[in-house]
């Protein structure tokens, strides 16, 4: 059984910069493909960012393109995301997420295409 948890968010001014981690525990070898994602008050669930498990592949939403980075330490089981130049538009909800089904035929950009989720971490820019 894997768990995920999230941790790094909080309130930040605009122009500032957080670093988002999530740590997995339990057997994570079948995953493929990991993200983030983001979710504001009354909006869908966006991604942000994906990466495979080679770490040779990052996918970023236009949106945070240049600002924003991922990255992971396959040794501690963490993923991270360091935002930076933050906007009051990035404040949402963001969540890590992990796809551990069969490989896919192209890069999943799309939450559903993920079957491992954390409880989230909340992002506010003012």
């Known amino acids: 059984h894997v768990q995920l948890v999230e941790s790094g968010g909080g309130p930040v001014q605009a122009g500032g910069s957080l670093r988002l981690s999530c740590t997995a525990s339990?057997?994570?070898?079948?995953?493929?493909?990991m993200g983030w994602f983001r979710q504001a008050p009354g909006k869908e669930r966006e991604g942000v960012t994906i990466?495979?498990?080679?770490?040779?592949?990052?996918v970023y939403d236009d949106s945070v393109k240049g600002r924003f980075t991922i990255s992971q330490d396959l040794a501690e089981n963490t993923l991270y995301l360091q935002m930076n130049s933050l906007k009051p538009g990035d404040t949402a909800m963001y969540y890590c997420?992990?796809?551990?089904?069969?490989?896919?035929?192209?890069?999943?950009?799309?939450?559903?295409?993920?079957?491992?989720w954390g409880q989230g971490t909340q992002v506010t820019v003012s």
């Open positions: 997420a992990l796809r551990s089904v069969a490989f896919p035929a192209e890069c999943p950009a799309r939450p559903d295409q993920y079957d491992l």
């Open positions: 990466t495979n498990t080679e770490g040779d592949l990052g």
């Open positions: 339990g057997n994570i070898g079948s995953v493929n493909y």
